[in-house]
């Protein structure tokens, strides 16, 4: 996938591999050993979880540490406490990808005040501009995704047909750009299906959110969830009230996975890659923190994934093996999987 977003401020990207130290800067980094602490929204998601690898793993070789990781937990007060304590706490700076928009805001800014380098992941808050309030912002191109996304929600819509958008129902930039992104490329492409959306602000709201939907358009043939977490929780309402409806996301999370594996109701996703956005944080960081100029949006391409290629696919993003069950289910009869399921 190229890159088709645009930053917060309407700024083209620099590709994230266009970001590397020199080797002279990089011994540089060594010999100055930064300290960094890292905030995000959760800790406990499999994006997260890669998002973290990415970033210690680049961190660590170049000695510099990652002293602390704050899970805020969707808590724009937790996120907002932490930001006021790390700016007098002994780190050079921090990595954090914002809560929400304005409310986060300033405390953001405040960081930035007290002498720490910031970088943000995915979001920069209204009225926070780069090279004042913080060094740059990096993020997976999530228009590209979500433009995705509705390509391969489309072959499973029929002519005149309708699709379902589950959105996030707090102000944040790569939620939206997603769905922006959804919408337009329905609107270019397929001028003949009605959209209709329900939003969640909570995660446990997915569920009961996808149920309104399908309750609302009974014509209703097919879903794009946000992400992935929320994704799977529409998936297991759905099944729960023996409901099939084929779904696309945005990351490729192991419970995604492993439903694309058994063809279940997840046909498609538009995959970041964390790891890879993880590392080029901590480049990003890393350069800030040496004096060296930075590009304020800093952008990966994302990777589309079906069920076909979901094995390759997951070696590639979580620089992993996949999991037996995912192997074992892609090997699996289609047939066997829809008894699984219960579908």
């Not at 909570?202 to 309104?212: R, T, V, Y």
Request: glycine letters at 8%.
């Amino acid at each position: 996938m190229s890159i088709a977003g645009l930053g917060p401020h309407g700024e083209r990207a620099v590709p994230a591999n266009q970001i590397q130290l020199s080797d002279s800067d990089a011994m540089q980094a060594r010999t100055r050993r930064f300290s960094v602490a890292v905030v995000l929204h959760t800790t406990t998601s499999d994006w997260s979880k890669q998002e973290l690898a990415g970033i210690a793993a680049t961190l660590g070789l170049h000695s510099a540490a990652l002293v602390e990781v704050v899970d805020c937990n969707f808590d724009v007060d937790l996120q907002i406490a932490a930001l006021a304590r790390l700016a007098h706490e002994p780190v050079d700076a921090v990595i954090s990808i914002p809560i929400g928009n304005a409310r986060v805001a300033a405390a953001h800014s405040a960081l930035t005040r007290s002498g720490r380098k910031l970088v943000l992941l995915d979001n920069a808050p209204t009225g926070m501009l780069p090279g004042t309030d913080y060094a740059s912002v990096v993020s997976t191109d999530n228009f590209g995704l979500g433009q995705s996304c509705a390509a391969m929600l489309s072959h499973h819509i029929p002519p005149n047909g309708a699709a379902g958008i589950l959105g996030y129902g707090i102000d944040f930039f790569a939620t939206h750009e997603r769905e922006i992104a959804f919408r337009k490329w329905m609107a270019t492409h397929r001028p003949d299906v009605t959209l209709v959306r329900e939003r969640f602000a909570e995660l446990d709201g997915a569920g009961p959110a996808a149920l309104a939907m399908v309750s609302k358009t009974p014509e209703l043939s097919g879903i794009f969830a946000v992400w992935d977490v929320p994704a799977m929780k529409a998936v297991r309402a759905l099944t729960q009230n023996g409901i099939h409806m084929p779904v696309t996301t945005v990351d490729l999370g192991n419970e995604v996975a492993l439903d694309m594996a058994r063809h279940g109701m997840i046909k498609g996703v538009g995959a970041q890659m964390p790891y890879d956005q993880g590392s080029a944080a901590a480049r990003v960081t890393l350069a800030a923190l040496l004096g060296l100029p930075v590009p304020p949006w800093v952008a990966l391409a994302g990777r589309e994934v079906t069920p076909f290629d979901v094995v390759e696919a997951y070696q590639v993003i979580w620089h992993l093996p996949a999991p037996r069950a995912i192997i074992d289910s892609v090997r699996a009869p289609s047939a066997n999987h829809d008894s699984e399921t219960g579908l």
